[in-house]
């Protein structure tokens, strides 16, 4: 198992890998724009802590669409398509009482065709990130990485 950890700021919009109290790099990330929560069905970004529950896509290229974490052709309206899950998903599990429901809500940390949005709230409840970072990200860690996401 891994001793990186994520750590992401939804105030900052940034997620940091950290390898003991360091922060070995950072990513901008997109969570929510309905806000923070762990309520099923609010499409929030739960909070605390987390972890990597599975990686999905590592054999598949960049921008591989998926839905229900399957690949399937992009659609022909990719650039404007609303929050397509792109290159890699991590799949989050919450470890607390508040955000157990976390992996049956299906919140992953995972790319989008969406860029633009970056750094701004802008997904319905994911961790979204430019498609480059989550595939570095993705390589980098571990299923049972912990994470951490803060308000």
């Not at 922060?23 to 901008?28: G, K, L, R, T």
């Not at 009482?97 to 701004?120: F, P, S, V």
């Not at 997904?123 to 803060?150: A, K, P, W």
Request: proline share 5%.
């Amino acid at each position: 198992m891994s001793t990186l950890k994520i750590r992401i700021h939804a105030k900052d919009q940034i997620l940091h890998l950290m390898a003991a109290d360091r922060v070995i790099c950072s990513f901008p990330v997109s969570t929510s724009r309905f806000g923070l929560g762990e309520a099923e069905g609010s499409f929030r970004t739960p909070t605390g802590r987390f972890q990597v529950h599975q990686k999905i896509g590592e054999e598949h290229p960049a921008n591989t669409v998926f839905r229900g974490r399957v690949p399937v052709p992009a659609p022909p309206d990719w650039e404007t398509a609303d929050d397509l899950i792109t290159s890699r998903i991590l799949w989050l599990d919450g470890i607390e009482d508040h955000n157990a429901n976390t992996r049956e809500r299906y919140i992953y940390i995972h790319g989008t065709n969406q860029e633009q949005l970056i750094g701004q709230a802008a997904s319905r409840g994911c961790i979204r990130m430019r498609n480059q970072d989550v595939i570095q990200l993705f390589d980098l860690i571990d299923v049972g990485t912990e994470l951490e996401i803060l308000p």
